[in-house]
């Protein structure tokens, strides 16, 4: 029976030819010069200049992600400080353990000390699986162990090719082909198959000496949300204690220690690219510049806002990191609200509706409990607020919870909740009139609110109108208000224990230059 290659005798094999980090092969020297090689991770001394700016957007996507790889959800923006100790004249320098994750097509590494130079660049794949192993095995000499007349064989040799068995070139001068085998293990000291993911470059420098560079490259795999908790105060009036956090999700395949972090509440448009094949060679490219540090606040980033944390983190791969998004915030006005709103079209109909049917949601419909905020100063907010989850409780009982949207300062918040249990709504058309020579649609409407609380209670009602742009409120039960141009809003008292019944006449007109 064919086995697969026992990756754990190929890395035993490996160990044993030698305690030290092998030279490239043969094959890697092909597109890159044969200098000196400096051979540094980046991790140790070089995480402590390490830069981190996570995107906002993909985080529920990438909690459910599987391996690593390029194309995945999240996207971030990593920045890395190293130190390479460099001879005069053409150097080899490597990156190792890069993430899966990253856009190796946008990596680049820009010189910070003056003089050295980039001659080119390219990336080199870890091992995938057996094929992987056996493709770049191809060339160097082997041995296997196979099972030939009921006994254990051993054939040394170069492997010529891997397929329908393994094609060897014998000492002797043979040539034989070994369907099935047993084991398989590399003989050739000088051979070095890549155990990580690595970028490589051939640098030139002037002199000998230290020098600096700046890694920068992009990466899915890594996300953020913001995570709220909103604490209401009991009493007639409302206020509210508002603490937010970020919660940072890393399956990018590579952890991050102490590392500067900046959070940015947008979501750039990104071409996701699926690269495959084990290396990537690019002879010359553009440098990149990265951008300097900024202190820790908020700031604009482009059409975004970010967030640069004080201090350092660690991201761990496989983590769910959580940190402070800014200080509390101990005393927030606010607006507690029983709502009732029927879903109508949210679109704007490019020319009138005139079918029955466009009336918006009829039938029983759920009051919910709503909590509105506006972030200004005199709030006691002002300032954008990145999506996420929002918890509300009211001294230690659990209201609901609502998704926030990305709110600039200025904006209102509403936070729907939860249902209301002692509150009830029943909405129907019970008149509807076409008049096209007129060019109107005239349509009434009625909504029945049920109080089961011992106490009186206001539901504000908020009404769809979309049939079209052109309307006027002819005749209500209640007084209404625009509030916006597709809705119309209404604040309905309804006693203890008892009913209240809201009823509404639009009008809708056309010009003559519309043709419904």
């Known amino acids: ?29 092909a597109t890159a010069p044969a200098p000196a090689t400096t051979r540094q991770d980046v991790k140790g001394d070089d995480a402590t200049a390490t830069r981190v700016t996570v995107y906002s957007g993909g985080y529920d996507q990438l909690a459910n992600s599987g391996v690593p790889q390029a194309g995945m959800p999240g996207y971030a923006l990593v920045d890395h400080r190293l130190k390479r100790t460099l001879k005069q004249g053409e150097n080899a320098i490597t990156a190792d353990d890069v993430p899966p994750s990253m856009d190796l097509e946008a990596a680049s590494l820009r010189p910070l000390t003056d003089g050295i130079g980039i001659v080119g660049q390219r990336y080199v794949a870890a091992l995938s699986g057996t094929g992987d192993v056996l493709a770049q095995a191809i060339g160097n000499k082997v041995t296997v162990e196979h099972t030939a007349g009921g006994s254990k064989q051993t054939d040394a040799g170069t492997l010529l090719s891997a397929g329908d068995g393994l094609t060897l070139a014998l000492d002797d001068g043979t040539i034989k082909v070994i369907r099935n085998y047993d084991s398989f293990s590399l003989v050739d000291a000088q051979t070095r198959l890549p155990r990580h993911a690595a970028l490589q470059w051939t640098v030139s420098a002037p002199q000998a000496g230290d020098a600096d560079f700046q890694l920068s490259y992009p990466m899915g795999g890594m996300a953020w ?10 009493g007639d009036g409302c206020q509210l204690a508002l603490d937010g956090a970020a919660l940072i999700a890393n399956r990018s395949g590579e952890s991050f220690d102490q590392a ?23 002879d010359r490219y553009e440098e990149v510049a990265a951008a300097p540090a900024p202190p820790p606040t908020v700031r604009e980033s482009g059409e975004y806002h970010a967030y640069d944390l004080p201090g350092r983190v660690r991201l761990a791969h496989g983590s769910n990191e959580r940190v402070p998004l800014f200080a509390p915030r101990p005393t927030v006005a606010c607006e507690r609200a029983y709502v009732v709103e029927a879903n109508g079209a949210e679109w704007e109909p490019p020319q009138p509706l005139l079918g029955p049917g466009y009336r918006g949601e009829t039938g029983k419909l759920a009051v919910t409990t709503s909590v509105s905020i506006i972030n200004s100063k005199q709030a006691g907010l002002g300032q954008p607020l990145p999506a996420g989850r929002v918890r509300a ?73 979309p049939r079209w742009s052109d309307w006027e409120l002819v005749a209500s039960s209640v007084p209404g208000k625009k509030k916006d141009a597709r809705h119309v809003e209404f604040e309905v008292p309804v006693p203890a224990e008892g009913q209240a019944a809201l009823t509404y006449t ?11």
């Open 393 to 465: 409780f009211i001294e230690g009982d659990f209201l609901g919870e609502s998704m926030l949207p990305h709110t600039a300062a200025g904006e209102e918040i509403r936070l729907d909740v939860g249902k209301a249990f002692d509150l009830r709504a029943e909405r129907e058309q019970i008149d509807y009139r076409l008049d096209r020579a007129g060019r109107t649609v005239t349509e009434t409407f009625q909504l029945t609110l049920t109080n089961g609380k011992r106490t009186d209670a206001t539901i504000r009602v908020i009404e769809p109108l």
């Open 225 to 234: 949300r913001a995570e709220y908790l909103a604490r209401l105060a009991k």
């Open 260 to 282: 500067e972090l900046s959070l940015v509440a947008g979501e750039p448009n990104v071409e996701r690219i699926q690269v495959t094949g084990s290396r990537v060679t690019m």
């Open 1 to 29: 029976m064919k086995h697969p290659l026992s990756l754990l005798a190929l890395a035993c094999s490996l160990a044993a030819c030698s305690g030290s980090k092998s030279p490239p092969s043969a094959a890697e020297n």
């Open 506 to 516: 639009v009008r809708y007109r056309w010009s003559k230059d519309v043709t419904p």
